[in-house]
Nanobody
Framework: VQLVESGGGLVQPGGSLRLSCTTF????????MAWYRQAPGKEREWLSR????????TYADSVKGRFTISRDNGKNTVYLQMNSLKLEDTGVYYC?????WGQGTQVTVSS
């Protein structure tokens, strides 16, 4: 199982980014997926989850209304659309599939 995140970068407050996580080595469409982040000096925090079919999503209160999780089972990829970014959204963002982690992608929100 391999998960590869991409799409991070430097963005100003109020800006947007879309993260991608492409997976290899298992039947992507059979499993739910989740996004987490780890801010400097803090524990890893769960952000969002999507079921295997993409029909059900949940969000942490910290990102609800600003972030949107989605998936494309034909591309074995899960996305995280992040809008209205805040300084406190800075961190390394990880995707997770049944306990497996990617390497993470850095998001820095700064003016």
């Amino acid at each position: 199982v391999q998960l590869v995140e991409s799409g991070g970068g430097l963005v100003q407050p109020g800006g947007s980014l879309r993260l991608s996580c492409t997976t290899f080595g298992y039947t992507f469409s059979s499993y739910g997926m989740a996004w987490y982040r780890q801010a400097p000096g803090k524990e890893r925090e769960w952000l969002s989850r999507i079921n295997s079919a993409g029909t059900s999503t949940t969000y942490a209160d910290s990102v609800k209304g600003r972030f949107t999780i989605s998936r494309d089972n034909g591309k074995n990829t899960v996305y995280l659309q992040m809008n209205s970014l805040k300084l406190e959204d800075t961190g390394v963002y990880y995707c997770n599939a049944f306990g497996n982690w990617g390497q993470g992608t850095q998001v820095t929100v700064s003016s």
